[in-house]
């Protein structure tokens, strides 16, 4: 079998939940982060998308580490969120995009949850995360080709009330993302264009 996480929530909506629709719809935990323009790329964002085009609230949620990915030392902060995410109504027109810092193993004043360096939530925009997009083009060990995208860590800009600045700042980001991509501004300006009865 394959396919992606849209497809699983696709299914799940046409077959498990056909009759009954869950209460909500939760993707992830991604392993990684999905910061400011990663949500155009991310499935784990898109199946939570997915959920919005049933009328479905919606949450992704992702764990930031380079290496290391704690889940289940998260567990308890995932509860923590939920527990106020679902305890509020919110409509159907976005979805709630949630960044947990980097849960580092260490000794001194525990934060939120009882985690050493988790200060807490914030509500966030999106931010600003840019990929170097190098390209670096390898063989595997029968001699195929294959190009590896991305490179180095991404730039992250560390603009205050963003979801990169949360995070970096040892808080949790959660950001209202909405589907509507159309630039309204930019409307009367290519209406000239409009051609036909």
Same mark, same amino acid.
């Given at each position: ?21 869950? %209460? ?9 982060? &999905?910061?400011?323009? %990663? ?6 964002? /898109? ?6 085009? #049933? $009328? ?23 509860? #923590? ?7 509020? =109504?919110?409509?159907? %027109?976005? *979805?709630? $995009? ?11 004043? @525990? ?6 360096? *988790? ?12 990929? $170097? $997009? +190098? *390209?670096?083009?390898? #063989?595997? =060990? ?11 860590? =991404? ?13 970096? &700042? ?5 950001? =209202? ?8 501004? /930019?409307? %009367? @300006?290519?209406?000239?264009? +409009?051609?036909?009865?």
């Amino acid at each position: 079998m394959s396919g992606t996480p849209t497809d699983c929530v696709i299914v799940a909506m046409g077959t498990v939940f056909k009759d009954s629709p869950p %209460d909500f719809v939760l993707s992830g935990v991604n392993r990684g982060p &999905n910061l400011g323009r %990663d949500v155009f790329y991310s499935g784990t964002v /898109a199946a939570a998308r997915e959920g919005l085009f #049933h $009328n479905i609230p919606s949450v992704s949620l992702s764990l930031v580490g380079r290496k290391e990915f704690p889940f289940e030392r998260s567990e308890p902060v995932i509860e #923590h969120v939920l527990e106020q995410i679902v305890a509020r =109504p919110w409509s159907s %027109d976005y *979805l709630l $995009n949630v960044n947990i810092p980097s849960l580092e193993e260490s000794k001194g004043v @525990a934060g939120l949850c009882g985690i050493h360096g *988790l200060k807490g939530v914030r509500i966030t925009s999106l931010g600003e995360r840019f990929y $170097n $997009n +190098e *390209l670096i083009i390898r #063989h595997d =060990p029968r001699q195929g080709e294959y190009i590896w995208i991305g490179g180095e860590w =991404p730039t992250m800009i560390d603009r205050p009330g963003t979801d990169c600045n949360a995070v970096g &700042n040892g808080f949790i980001s959660i950001t =209202p993302v909405g589907v509507e991509m159309t630039h309204r501004g /930019a409307l %009367d @300006a290519w209406t000239d264009l +409009e051609e036909g009865s």
